[in-house]
């Protein structure tokens, strides 16, 4: 057993989704399967659909990422936390400490943009991602690497 941290160590983040769209084909929201089965390492196995939809509509996210050490992590939350004036606690700014999570954190991932181009994983566009989608990658991300104090 060892407390050091290996940033050579990978592990991957997979889960499905689903793009609610307008009339215009314009994405407004994210759909997330009603239950995933998963094997011992977290490996989708299959998943099931809430009553209506179709398992063609989903799609997959696959990143891989690395745990992140003591000196990656203390300065994603020295850069998104502000002390609160009231108290004088620091408070943890997400919609700071998640994308920089991505950007330190995410070594790859399969998404791309609307000409299937890839997108660069990047602190600016974890930024434009619609909120649920980021908050189910920090959750997965925490599954694995335990949540601390965060």
């Not at 398992?55 to 002390?83: C, H």
């Not at 108290?87 to 943009?113: D, G, T, Y």
Request: proline letters at 3%; aromatic letters at 12%.
């Amino acid at each position: 057993m060892s407390v050091l941290v290996n940033n050579q160590a990978t592990f991957k983040i997979s889960f499905y989704f689903r793009e609610i769209k307008n009339k215009e084909n314009e994405t407004i929201g994210i759909g997330f399967p009603r239950v995933e089965y998963r094997d011992d390492d977290f490996n989708i196995t299959d998943f099931e659909v809430h009553e209506g939809e179709d398992k063609e509509d989903y799609k997959n996210f696959t990143g891989i990422f690395i745990p992140g050490n003591f000196e990656q992590m203390s300065l994603i939350r020295e850069e998104a936390s502000v002390i609160n004036h009231i108290n004088e606690k620091s408070v943890l700014l997400l919609r700071i400490f998640c994308p920089k999570i991505i950007h330190h954190l995410c070594k790859e991932w399969n998404l791309v943009n609307d000409n299937g181009e890839p997108l660069r994983i990047h602190e600016e566009c974890a930024k434009q991602m619609h909120e649920h989608f980021l908050s189910r990658i920090i959750e997965e991300w925490r599954t694995r690497v335990g949540d601390g104090d965060y």
